[in-house]
């Protein structure tokens, strides 16, 4: 796949980048292995200084760098411009918290004696410089949530972004060296894919991690395996939304809409399958298909558009596959279904209802505006069909019973359950799946101790 700039709302090749040669590729490893042994000292204020300047320009730059976003990707501009102040939030909230989430911590003094210690403390170290292999969908936030932690934290980074999305990733380097990070501490690799594996098995690089498809999360935690390095991915998910007879069903129906078509359906953590209790169902899937049917599709530099393009010709084509493949078998389509015509990678937010195990929509996740009606006749159900999934990384459920609310809390196989409201992530807490979701934590302090040495100190007297 070419480094470029290709405008997903008419297939226009904007930008080529040429990829990055062997000895650029060299003095930017040496650079970080290099810059880390003098940033890891650094002290809290400083580089929470530094943050904070990175995100008082982001701030600045954020009409700019929105418009460059939906150019490369296609989200509505408004989501654009959304995604970079969430960004600098991030970063400001990092800086103020890093120090005290990284403090060192000290056990109980009576396990400290009965070591046989004077003092015992538990240290947070950084481990180095980190690869960050990062996706298309969520250009900035996807590389902030793991840059904002790793350089509070002490360690530098390496980016590998998407190649689609170029010219973020360059901004992104440029950002922090505007900011005032020495060169070394955050860096834009402009490589392939093919890259990757010499990178990770490169002695300098420490730990990387990954946001992507099932294959690129099998390749890259196969080479850190044999490497014995630490890895964080986050695969995807086909999250589950789950009304409940007690639920507020106009509310939920309204939500649902939104949870699914956020980012015009290509998020990892929005709805994608829709389980409804059977006392509700008929009520909610006419409010959910109205909504659907009344977004307003366009170019997505436009304010009032709400669901621009596909971020490429090939996610288009393998949304289609997934929606003739449940027709074929008996799927009913509600809404949407048929690609429109005329020039860019569009397609209209579509439901499809009577969803069988034999379709591959039911196993496989829907990267686009499409979203799966599910009939369940009580809760058990509800959960038998939300589980029935190789994913696990978020849900939804709406019921205003607290027993409901403790059930699904205890038996939903994710990485969150979020009760009567969107998924959606935020720094203060943990991000990451189950199942084939991946393994490991963003954000959060646990997201930021992931790449930490934890060490012991132990003290005798």
């Not at 970063?91 to 396990?111: G, N, S, V």
Request: some cysteine.
């Amino acid at each position: 796949m070419p480094i470029a700039t290709v405008n997903p709302a008419n297939g226009e090749t904007l930008k080529t980048y040429e990829a990055m040669g062997e000895e650029e590729l060299e003095r930017r490893l040496q650079l970080a292995e290099a810059t880390f042994r003098t940033y890891r000292t650094t002290p809290f204020a400083e580089r929470a200084r530094l943050l904070n300047r990175a995100a008082g320009l982001l701030e600045e730059d954020q009409q700019e760098i929105g418009r460059v976003m939906t150019t490369e990707m296609g989200k509505p501009v408004k989501q654009a411009r959304a995604e970079a102040a969430k960004c600098a939030k991030a970063m400001r909230w990092y800086a103020e918290h890093a120090e005290a989430l990284l403090a060192d911590e000290e056990p109980a003094e009576a396990d400290v004696r009965d070591s046989g210690a004077a003092r015992v403390r538990v240290r947070y170290r950084p481990l180095g410089p980190v690869l960050a292999v990062m996706p298309w969908n969520f250009p900035l936030w996807q590389v902030i949530r793991f840059a904002a932690p790793a350089l509070m934290a002490g360690n530098v980074g390496l980016l590998k972004h998407a190649s689609n999305v170029p010219q973020t990733a360059l901004y992104l380097e440029d950002l922090f060296h505007r900011a005032g990070f020495t060169e070394g501490c955050f860096q834009t690799l402009l490589v392939g894919s093919a890259a990757v594996d010499d990178i990770l098995r490169d002695e300098r690089v420490k730990a990387a991690t990954l946001t992507g498809s099932e294959p690129a999360g099998r390749a890259v935690a196969a080479t850190s395996g044999e490497m014995i390095k630490k890895t964080v991915l986050e695969l995807g998910g086909s999250d589950p939304f789950v009304v409940m007879p007690s639920a507020d069903v106009d509310r939920a129906a309204e939500v649902a809409v939104t949870a699914r078509v956020q980012n015009n359906g290509q998020s990892c953590i929005a709805a994608k399958r829709f389980i409804v209790h059977r006392d509700v169902y008929d009520a909610f899937a006419e409010r959910f298909v109205a909504g659907m049917k009344a977004l307003r599709i366009g170019d997505p530099l436009e304010e009032d558009t709400e669901v621009g393009p596909l971020a490429s010709e090939q996610g288009r084509a393998d949304l289609e596959e997934l929606v003739d493949d449940a027709r074929r078998s008996g799927a009913e389509v509600l809404c949407g279904g048929s690609r429109p015509e005329g020039p860019g990678w569009y397609y209209p937010p579509t439901v499809l209802a009577g969803i069988t195990r034999e379709m591959r929509i039911h196993r496989e996740e829907a990267f686009g505006p499409v979203a799966t009606l599910y009939r369940a006749d009580d809760l058990d159900e509800a959960l038998l069909i939300a589980n029935d999934s190789p994913f696990g990384l978020s849900s939804n459920v709406w019921t205003r019973e607290e027993s409901e609310v403790e059930r699904f809390a205890r038996d939903l196989e994710a990485g969150a359950v979020y009760v009567n409201g969107m998924t959606a992530s935020h720094p203060a807490f943990p991000f990451g799946g189950v199942k084939r979701s991946g393994y490991g934590r963003e954000l959060s302090g646990h997201g930021m101790r992931e790449f930490c040495n934890i060490t012991t100190v132990w003290q005798s007297a």
